[in-house]
């Protein structure tokens, strides 16, 4: 089956906004086991029908986005009614929830916006419980007449509209309409402190021996997500191989990102934790506070770029700093005690390093870091790592280092050698 | 002049890549005054050369991205030398750049690296320092002899082999195309504190007075671009015009971010920065030490989300906390003044406020912060902010009032009322 986008909107022509839709619905169709053959961007106005009008003629599945809201260049719905020739009619569903819509937020509902509530003879309205503008549907059969042979999706432009309406309503149609698409599962098994090449060598030769089971992978930032599809049996016993041999580096099965399961899990036993950190700058506080309850969990945190800092806050001794240099596993294991003790927390994490560009030494080049974890009643521990590159890249990465430590001794599992 | 993109790669289309290429070119073809008028996203392979005879047929001028490197997959030279019909010649410069590349690296110069030396005849070489494969440039009189009519550039993948030749070798050859284009000046004064629709309000009506100026608005992460462009003298005309009457807004004329204003700033007045989070949880101390050389600016940050730790580590009294709440002016000024003794700063910001989604009340609804200034010297300021919403948003919002508010103490400029 082969399935085009065409997304429409001048602010993605002139580069205003990322087209990070495109990315989005690519990987939710791989997901399913497809693969779009082409994505059409044109901004609004005429070009909409000319782009849709091609890729119905080449495709089995149009996707298109944007386009369907109340002004003038807004001419996604009527350009898929005149080529299809189907005729415009109010929707009483689409006008109530455009009257509830408005009227919850206390404005009168325009004509311009009723436009929204015209939907083409035949074609199924796809809710939006997130704005205004419905999402359409026509059936490929609809257009037989005109010699049309593409099912066709209108969706609206806006990410939090379009990416519920694809799940809930764009994915469940599709799978209908694919072979063995009713029982297809996916699953991301997101691992983390494990290269690509190196989870590839651990359990590619076994995946690729269940049969059916279509396998993928995608590097993110600091993981990597292995994909698993395929009939649910298939899937599980995929997964089955790389809990088994990868068990360990297994950050997630529902796509959470490493702050997310750290501060569950601090959550889940009621724990706090500190921080400490140098060279990543707050990167670590911040990526931990991005997650909402993140204040049950987290305290304390401290920057210490400085080495009197270090010493003030820390109670990091000068002479520790002038015997063994900041950047050192000492340091980094008196930064995380003395941070364990001066915030009371469970845990105290503490990073010493140099992120560069300048700051460098032969023996210790920029991208050299120590992460230590100090935690009640635990040895503390500290881990050299190395992350040469961009100043961006190596706090993340340093970063996402740190809390898999943390990970790891709160699962129980050794820490990296 | 009529302009297409086409970005090849199977990662745009199955989404394990954000097209982060087509805003960016979008964005600089606009600043040339070029609107781009479609973008086409195909797969590697087959699908490559038609859609680049599509583009060529309907536009003036087709960028195409990708497809230039050494493995099988990469036809794009290849596709476009049999469009045009010319012959593919080892190129002698193209050749010594690779054997120059592959030796510095210790690597054997391959086969399939040799591809990518390989030059369509009459076709410009686009050196690429930043990578292997070189770009190319098919002036539009190549085809001619087949009917062609399009000015064809094919360009490498990767963004940071992309942009520098966009700039330095596609932006030159189409200035040169364009009527008036060699004069062409393009200026974005960025600005902060102060929404799009406040700009408009201000100066607009001035600046569609001014003959000849194009005029563009692009809402940033907590900034506004305001675009000029035309000749010289037409776009030093609208700048003074915005200058003289938003200019305490303008953050930079050079596109840089608040965080590297502030850290130049500091820099150049030889004064420190202190950091105390509350909500914002190391959303400052983050952005501060992005920027390159903030370690000679900032050497303390504290991020005290509990109660405790802004008694301890900044000497907040307890009874003020009970009294005022910890969401509050008079909470905000104490960190801010502990955090300023406690450093030996020059400077130290203070937040304080309800990131949510939990947390709010019906006198202090979510989304309410309090940040203050506290200065060697000055009296302490407190402003209040409400930036209800996400809370990745709240803390990029939060983040960027409070180093406007160092920013304008730094320039002498007041604070936001």
């Known amino acids: 089956m082969r399935i085009e986008l065409v997304n429409t909107g001048t602010e993605l022509c ?17 997901a399913l086991g497809l693969e779009v053959a082409r994505q059409t961007i044109v901004p609004d106005g005429g070009a909409v029908r000319e782009a849709i009008a091609e890729a119905a003629a080449r495709s089995d599945v149009v996707l298109v986005s944007g386009g369907l809201g109340p002004t003038n260049d807004d001419v996604t719905r009527e350009s898929a009614a005149d080529l299809l020739g189907l005729e415009l009619r109010q929707d009483a569903a689409v006008t109530s929830h455009l009257d509830a819509y408005f009227s919850k ?19 199924q309205v796809l809710m939006n419980p997130f704005g205004t503008a419905p999402g359409l549907y026509f059936p490929a059969q609809l257009g037989a007449a005109r010699g049309w042979k593409a099912h066709l999706f209108l969706l609206p432009g806006p990410p939090r509209e379009l990416k519920p309406m694809v799940e809930n309503e764009v994915e469940p149609r599709l799978r209908a309409l694919l072979p063995d698409g009713e029982s297809r599962r996916v699953l991301y098994l997101r691992l983390t402190g494990i290269g690509e090449s190196d989870i590839v060598e651990a359990v590619e030769k076994q995946l690729e021996a269940v049969p059916r089971l279509e396998l993928g992978y995608c590097i993110g930032k600091g993981d990597v997500d292995v994909r698993l599809a395929g009939p649910q049996e298939t899937v599980d016993a995929g997964a089955r191989i790389v809990r088994e041999r990868l ?4 950050l997630s099965e529902d796509r959470r990102v490493i702050e997310e399961v750290v501060v569950h899990a601090l959550a889940a036993r009621g724990e706090w934790l500190a921080t400490a950190e140098s060279c990543t700058g707050g990167a670590i506080a911040n990526r931990v506070t991005d ?37 050192s596993a000492e340091v980094a294991r008196a930064m995380a005690e003395g941070c364990l003790a001066a915030s009371g927390a469970d845990h105290a994490l503490a990073v010493t390093g140099i992120a560069g560009p300048a700051g460098g030494t032969e023996e210790k080049p920029v991208g050299t870091v120590w992460v230590a974890l100090a935690s009640k009643g635990c040895e503390t521990a500290a881990r050299r790592f190395f992350y040469p590159g961009a100043r961006d890249r190596f706090k993340l990465l340093t970063s996402q280092a740190a809390l898999e430590m943390l990970r790891r001794r709160l699962h129980g599992l050794p820490l990296p050698g």
């Open 14 to 30: 002139i580069g205003d906004v990322i087209n990070t839709n495109a990315a989005w619905i690519g990987q939710r169709m791989a």
């Open 291 to 327: 997650v909402s309850g993140s204040s049950a969990v987290f305290g304390h945190g401290l920057v210490t770029y400085a080495n009197e800092a270090k010493q003030k806050h820390l109670g990091v001794p000068a002479d520790l700093i002038e015997t063994h240099g900041a950047v």
């Open 105 to 123: 937020r206390g404005k009168p509902v325009t004509s311009a916006t009723l436009r929204q509530a015209m939907v083409p003879a035949g074609a």
């Open 247 to 250: 068990g360990e580096f297994i």
